[in-house]
């Protein structure tokens, strides 16, 4: 966890709100990736950044979910408008040698 | 589409008693099979990576194996603090690209 910082750790908002959630990493790695993590499904990849640039979004589940990374130690996740089926922990992480190291994740709970 | 499937889906185990959880996968060429531990709370944390059939990697309690068709996480004489969920995945493209399996939730009792 300590070469990814995510906040908030819980989010609780009310259906049709916006939800921002953040990711800092530590420099020097290139690669940067968005997970959701729900019971039934696992974990999902959404999104993956390549030196900052969006490579894959894929796995974004529709159009209310946007990323960013203005920066190589900044990147975001946005849900506007939010839904109850958004709930989850979503989880950013950042590629080593071959694997990948996880932040301690942001549970959403919509209501 | 690369697939994981892992077993049991929970496991609970006498403090000492040995056994193996089981990822079993199908994808269009393998590049890498990973382990991962997540505890309750955290994200995952990662174990071993391993690369071709008849590869093994161990850690401490921890010892991974793999096959043309599926791997095992082989425990030996766990202990309380091993329990967790192990998550399996693979990838058969870039390493960017993984599929994960839903994960087998271990237990040991003391």
């Known amino acids: 966890d300590a070469g990814v910082i995510q906040s908030p750790r819980h989010e609780v908002t009310e259906m049709g709100q916006e939800v921002t959630l953040r990711c800092k990493p530590i420099?020097?790695?290139?690669?940067l990736f968005w997970y959701r993590q729900t019971m039934m499904r696992g974990l999902e990849l959404l999104i993956y950044f390549n030196n900052n640039v969006p490579i894959d979004d894929s796995g974004m589940p529709e159009d209310r979910f946007s990323a960013k990374m203005p920066n190589a130690s900044f990147s975001t996740l946005k849900i506007q408008p939010s839904e109850p089926r958004d709930s989850a922990v979503y989880f950013c992480a950042i590629r080593g040698y071959n694997e990948q190291f996880f932040g301690p994740g942001t549970r959403l709970t919509v209501l | 589409e690369d697939q994981v499937t892992q077993s049991p889906e929970a496991l609970r185990l006498q403090e000492g008693e040995s056994s193996s959880l089981n990822c079993s996968y199908t994808?269009?060429?393998?590049?890498?099979l990973f382990w991962y531990r997540q505890d309750p709370g955290k994200g995952p944390e990662f174990l071993f990576t391993?690369?071709?059939a008849g590869e093994e990697k161990e850690k401490e309690r921890l010892k991974a194996t793999l096959t043309k068709k599926e791997s095992f996480l082989h425990i030996t004489a766990p202990k309380p603090e091993d329990s967790a969920t192990y998550l399996c995945a693979v990838t058969s493209g870039g390493y960017q690209k993984v599929t994960f399996g839903t994960g087998t939730k271990l237990q040991v009792i003391p």
């Open positions: 420099s020097g790695h290139d690669y």
């Open positions: 391993l690369y071709s």
């Open positions: 994808v269009s060429g393998l590049r890498g």
